[in-house]
C-alpha cells in the first residue's frame, strides 16, 4: 500500500502550506535536540501547544504521523 501524501491531505483539510511548513519545522527542532526519547519527544509537543486549536490539531496530527511511521 503507498503511504499517502500528508501535505496533500493536509491541504485538503485547508491548511496553508505556510501552517504546515511552520509546524513541521517547530516539530523538526523538538525532535532534533539530542537524546531525544518518544517520551520526552511527545512531552515537549505537548508543552508547545498553545491556545490557537488549529496549530495543536495540526501539530498533533503531524507528531502521530511521524510516531506511526516509526514503527
Not at 2 to 16: A, N, Q, R, T, Y
Not at 28 to 52: E, H
Amino acid at each position: 500500500m503507498e503511504e499517502p501524501d500528508l501535505e496533500d491531505l493536509l491541504g485538503k483539510i485547508v491548511f496553508s502550506e505556510v501552517e504546515i511548513d511552520m509546524v513541521l519545522f517547530e516539530l523538526d527542532q523538538l525532535r532534533s535536540i539530542t537524546s531525544t526519547s518518544t517520551d520526552k519527544y511527545l512531552t515537549r509537543v505537548l508543552s508547545s501547544v498553545g491556545d490557537d486549536g488549529r496549530s495543536a490539531f495540526l501539530k498533533g496530527f503531524l507528531a502521530g504521523a511521524f510516531l506511526a511511521s516509526q514503527d
